[in-house]
């Protein structure tokens, strides 16, 4: 099936910048970044790729899709979890060569694997010449090993 967008290349720098048409931009290898932040809180909670499938099987059924690149394969997020990511917008920039999914997850309401809301569940700061890790969420709310038996 045709997708619902057309390929940027060709189109003008007005239209791609000021227009109404989408028009997204895929690297080399076929994929687009897409940032994901939660609705409600503005966090981010997630950095994924889309291929154009991904891309336009997000718009149609308003549940965001990617592409993994470590398992090469078209993912549905949350298909195993529950925690489904229903997007409520789709955002593209200036240049058309990112997405910003803004999201309201399913289930445990975390988007990540190891269970937690969002996938930057640490900060990094230097301390003593060494840049340590803490986390700025307490507990993930989901057992991975129970959720993906693995
Ligand atoms: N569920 C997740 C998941 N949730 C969030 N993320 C984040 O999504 C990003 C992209 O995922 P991948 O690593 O698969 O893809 P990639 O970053 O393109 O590939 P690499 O460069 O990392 O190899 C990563 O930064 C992950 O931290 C996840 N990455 C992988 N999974 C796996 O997806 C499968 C299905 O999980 P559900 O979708 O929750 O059912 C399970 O096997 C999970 O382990
Ligand atoms: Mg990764
Ligand atoms: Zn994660």
């Known amino acids: ?9 060709d189109k003008s720098k007005d239209e791609i910048e000021l227009g109404t ?31 154009e499938k991904s891309l336009r099987l997000t718009l149609e059924t ?20 529950g925690n489904v990511q229903d997007v409520i917008e789709l955002r593209t920039d200036c240049d058309q060569d990112a997405v910003w999914l803004k999201v309201r997850t399913r289930g445990a309401t975390a988007n990540c694997h190891q269970g937690f809301k969002s996938c930057f569940y640490r900060a990094a700061e230097l301390q003593d010449g060494q840049t340590n ?7 993930p709310l989901f057992d991975p090993k129970e959720v993906y038996k693995k």
């Not at 048409?21 to 997630?46: E, N, R, W």
Request: hydrophobic share 40%.
């Open 133 to 139: 890790l803490s986390f700025k969420e307490e507990s």
């Open 21 to 51: 048409h989408f028009l997204p931009k895929f690297d080399s290898d076929g994929l687009i970044p897409a940032i994901v932040t939660d609705i409600d809180s503005g966090d981010v909670v997630m950095f994924a790729f889309m291929n």
């Open 62 to 81: 308003k549940e965001a899709h990617y592409w993994s690149r470590s398992r090469q394969e078209l993912w549905h997020k949350g298909a195993t979890s």
């Open 1 to 9: 099936m045709c997708a619902p967008f057309d390929p940027q290349a």
